[in-house]
């Protein structure tokens, strides 16, 4: 059994194409996520929707023949995000590691494009990470509220 | 075109509606600069109908009041509404870079 179906409690997938509309999403997603957790889910929406825009805007060029699929996973401790996009991929790494060197800086992170979404979803996620291309972002939160 | 209110050559009132993102923080931009173009230096945005905000429009923020305080001019954010919008702001603490009533 696949380590994704383990522990899992609900799922909710949605494939965003050009025709539907990211408030109408993000309202569906809240209300799923209402049910599941307990801190202030807002916070949780600043870093999906930048992770959902930064894969529509430079993932998929905008094309809007390519869509973006969205999965939030609930297990007993965790919830995880994941946002695909149809592009290319990006080097995300060398994005990541300019965080660590501008620690002290993060208002510069706000100059910087696709630097400054990832920085909302690390200020309102516990870890964020790629696959290795780059066109699949994996958000995950502790359902613990701290 | 924005809503605006004008009381001088150089102090101007914006009021922007709605949720600001990635489909129209850019024709946000280009309304301001066209302000800016027009010689107003002295911009406040008035924030009590802007439901949302994200990272496109905090760049369009931050590069809008780059360019103001370039020619000595100011940007100010007011009367902000949404807890969505005052959550982003003191996560980012926008307030050290731009001026925001009510969060001094």
């Not at chain 2, 305080?69 to 902000?80: A, P, Q």
């Given at each position: 059994m696949p380590e994704e179906i383990e522990d899992m409690i609900d799922i909710y997938k949605i494939n965003l194409d050009s025709n539907l509309r990211l408030s109408q999403v993000?309202?569906?997603?809240?209300?799923?996520?209402?049910?599941?957790?307990?801190?202030?889910?807002?916070?949780?929406?600043?870093?999906?929707?930048?992770?959902?825009?930064?894969?529509?805007?430079?993932?998929?060029?905008?094309?809007?023949?390519?869509?973006?699929?969205?999965?939030?996973?609930i297990r007993k401790e965790i919830i995880k995000v994941e946002i695909v996009d149809q592009g290319s991929g990006f080097d995300w790494q060398n994005t990541l590691s300019k965080f660590d060197k501008a620690a002290n800086q993060e208002l510069n992170q706000l100059y910087s494009e696709r630097g400054r979404g990832i920085f909302l979803a690390k200020q309102t996620f516990d870890e964020i990470k790629y696959n290795k291309q780059g066109n699949k972002a994996i958000l995950i939160k502790n359902r613990m509220h701290k | 075109m924005l809503r605006s209110k004008k009381y001088n050559d150089i102090d101007v009132t914006v009021y922007p509606e709605g949720r600001i993102d990635i489909s129209n923080s850019q024709t946000l931009k280009e309304d301001l600069m066209e302000f800016y173009r027009d010689g107003f230096t002295n911009v406040v945005i008035?924030?009590?109908?802007?439901?949302?905000?994200?990272?496109?429009?905090?760049?369009?923020?931050?590069?809008?009041?780059?360019?103001?305080?370039?020619?000595?001019?100011?940007?100010?954010?007011?009367?902000?509404?949404?807890?969505?919008v005052k959550k982003m702001f003191k996560m980012i603490h926008l307030n050290k870079v731009i001026e925001i009533e009510g969060m001094e």
């Open positions: 993000e309202k569906e997603m809240a209300l799923f996520l209402d049910k599941y957790y307990t801190g202030d889910t807002d916070f949780l929406f600043i870093g999906i929707h930048e992770m959902i825009s930064n894969a529509v805007e430079h993932g998929n060029k905008l094309d809007p023949a390519k869509t973006v699929s969205i999965k939030i996973i | 008035d924030f009590g109908k802007i439901s949302s905000i994200d990272s496109s429009g905090l760049g369009k923020l931050l590069l809008f009041h780059k360019k103001l305080k370039e020619t000595d001019g100011k940007l100010k954010l007011v009367n902000i509404k949404s807890d969505y």
